[in-house]
């Protein structure tokens, strides 16, 4: 009798922290206002650092609310965090 045994490749997810694949500045942000970036993009600018933390600044309205894509994930324009930022930027400096 010949046994013939299957493997089968399983998908290991893993943990990658925002902003860890993502090279996107701030000039990108600001040369394309009306593009939408993802969390990670918004991570890769030094403005999160969790997808916990997103969720809580965003609940908080420390963080202008998502777009929410039909495939579920989480966008802002370009345009929404750069105007966000500079808001900030002149409330700390007074």
């Known amino acids: 009798m010949e046994t013939t045994t299957q493997t089968h490749a399983t998908s290991v997810k893993r943990y990658i922290p925002l902003g860890s694949t993502s090279n996107t ?44 894509l039909p495939s579920g994930r989480l966008a802002w324009r370009g345009r929404v965090i750069t105007d966000w930022l500079d808001n900030l930027e002149r409330r700390c400096a007074v």
Not at 46 to 59: F, K, N, T, Y
Request: charged share 25%; no cysteine.
């Open 25 to 68: 500045t701030l000039s990108e942000f600001r040369a394309q206002p009306d593009a939408l970036f993802g969390a990670h993009d918004v991570a890769a600018v030094g403005i999160i650092g969790s997808r916990a933390s997103l969720s809580r600044a965003v609940r908080a309205g420390k963080l202008p609310k998502p777009i929410r």
